[in-house]
């Protein structure tokens, strides 16, 4: 080993030696907790990925599964309470060959797989029934496939059909979702879900497909459709007319400086409304025309008399000549006529009131009027309607603004703190990881070179002596010059001849490195010949 390796351990065992029984016991706990540290690590690092194998098992079949698991040696974690079966990544495909080929889970939906199993013999409610049996597990494990969604239950409500059209009602459906942990369906989702449910079955409208998750909320409403009903659709429509006219008002005022509250009141009828307008043509175009002309000429007898008083006939002028004419002329003039038919939806606006308070530190200088102006047109105000906005200075309660401040300053602080733990934890188990690689690097290099040289006796030395000193070489037994080492305690220690020599020897190596590997080589020659 090189001198100064030697030189360093020989003053880390002196420094080690000088410890006080405390030091040395901190010492010992440092040095187990590093180990202790990077066995952890270790052991983190190595850990396997852990991936689903199934989910929304049953107990039977997670219980079936985990037999099956264990037979094989393959290590798994429960999730979910016990729903969910993790595995390793690399064993998941081979497992689920294995339970598909021991037929699990067995708890599942069927779909159009439970029309293999009927026979020619079924009635007609068993198809029926059997049908729309498939037609719901098809649809639950198509909508369990979407993202978040944890398992799905479709329940179908089909009637019977009828020869009488006016009596015939449409399908209906119910969806029930149960989403994952922390996962909340969006709005487009639930579109999704209600369109893929309603155009799976012939003849349902939309509207039919009623959506409601595990926490008993109603997703989408029968009658309704996927928009949520009159409330949901008002809270909506507040919301968005809120923001927008708070990002209006942040940026004039500054944030924090004004608060918007918006009161929407909508419709919760919905209505078919037709209506028929008729209007001229600008060119008067006849749809058809008809003209009658009766024409009379000659002489005839006395003219027919009139019935006087008591109904006694009064003989009238006899001087009549029979002449008659008649003229009757019929005509149908085209005319435009429009039909509108309009569905009117519920969640239509009667009315709207927005208001809106402004700090008055904030609003000094301010005028009023352009603020009310500014929100009613970002509010679309329709004063016809009788939309009214109402905005007013006041002073806003600073109490805890304060408190606030503080609160953010301290939960900022408590981050930065626990990133520079962080930090700190991985800079010592970083930097105990490299110890240990150097230090085991320094065993590995010190074992290979104990094992490679040759022991020598020390009676050696004294006939190397001989040939140094036949050669007119420096002597061996000239005083090492020791490097300059910390203030240690004084160590009793004598040295013995066989160290003494070692020293010159190294002492000799380090001065003339290859006139001391020849005298070894020629000493290793003259042993071997003798």
């Known amino acids: 080993m090189p001198a100064q390796v030697t030189s360093a351990f020989r003053r880390f065992s002196d420094a080690i030696r000088a410890f006080t029984i405390a030091q040395r016991t901190v010492a010992i706990i440092g040095v187990a907790v590093l180990v202790l540290g990077i066995a952890a690590l270790s052991m983190w690092v190595t850990k396997p990925a852990y991936t689903p194998l199934f989910s929304g098992l049953s107990g039977v079949d997670a219980n079936s599964i985990v037999e ?18 993790m595995v390793p990544e690399a064993n998941v495909y081979d497992e689920r060959l294995k339970a598909a080929a021991a037929g699990l889970p067995t708890s599942s939906t069927g779909g159009y797989s439970l029309l293999d199993t009927m026979g020619v013999t079924s009635s007609e409610f068993q198809q029926s029934v059997t049908y729309k049996r498939a037609l719901e597990g098809e649809l639950a494990s198509t909508i369990g496939a979407l993202d978040g969604v944890q398992t799905a239950s479709v329940k179908l409500a089909i009637p019977e059909d009828s020869v009488f059209v006016s009596t015939k009602n449409d399908p209906t459906a119910s969806v029930f979702v149960q989403t994952k942990n ?33 926490a008993g909320t109603v997703l989408s409403a029968v009658g309704v459709g996927a928009t949520g009903s009159a409330d949901q659709q008002a809270s909506d429509y507040e919301s968005r007319v809120r923001d927008s006219v708070q990002n209006m008002l942040d940026r004039v005022v500054g944030p924090g400086n004004a608060t918007v509250v918006v009161a929407a009141d909508m419709s919760y009828e919905s209505a078919q409304r037709t209506e028929e307008s008729f209007t001229s043509p600008e060119q008067g175009i006849a749809l058809n025309e008809s003209t009658k002309i009766e024409t009379y000429a000659g002489t005839g007898g006395g003219a027919a008399g009139v019935l006087g008083a008591d109904n006694i006939a009064v003989a009238a002028n006899e001087s009549g000549d029979g002449t008659f004419n008649s003229e009757d002329s019929t005509r149908n003039n085209a005319v435009n006529k429009v039909t509108e038919s309009r569905t009117i939806p519920a969640g239509s606006i009667n009315r709207q009131t927005i ?31 009788g939309d009214a906005v109402t905005v007013e200075v006041v002073s806003f309660n600073q109490a805890g603004a304060a408190d606030a401040a503080a609160a953010l300053a301290a939960a900022e602080k408590a981050a930065a703190d626990a990133r520079l733990a962080s930090l700190l934890r991985i800079a010592i188990i970083t930097a105990g990881i490299v110890i240990m690689v150097v230090v085991s690097l320094i065993l590995y290099a010190r074992r290979s070179r104990r094992q490679s040289r040759e022991p020598v006796d020390v009676g ?11 050669m007119n070489a420096p002597t061996l037994l000239t005083p090492v010059i020791p490097q300059k080492l910390p203030v240690l305690p004084p160590i009793n220690y004598t040295m013995t001849e066989a160290d003494t020599r070692r020293a010159e020897i190294d002492q000799l190596a380090q001065s003339d490195p290859k006139r001391t590997a020849e005298f070894l080589r020629n000493l290793m020659d003259d042993r071997q010949n003798a």
């Open 460 to 470: 050696d030395l004294s006939e190397m002596q001989n040939v140094l000193d036949s």
């Open 355 to 385: 208001s809106v308070a402004v700090d008055a530190d904030a609003a000094a200088g301010m005028n009023v009027a352009d603020v009310t102006s500014l929100v009613a047109s970002a509010a679309g105000i329709d004063t016809t309607r």
């Open 68 to 85: 099956q698991l264990r037979a094989d040696g393959v290590a798994y974690e429960l999730s979910d309470g016990g729903a969910t079966i």
């Open 182 to 214: 922390g996962v909340s369906l969006s709005n487009s989702q639930v579109q999704a879900i209600v369109h893929l449910t309603s155009a799976s079955i012939d003849g349902m409208p939309p509207e039919n497909v009623s959506v409601v998750d595990a």
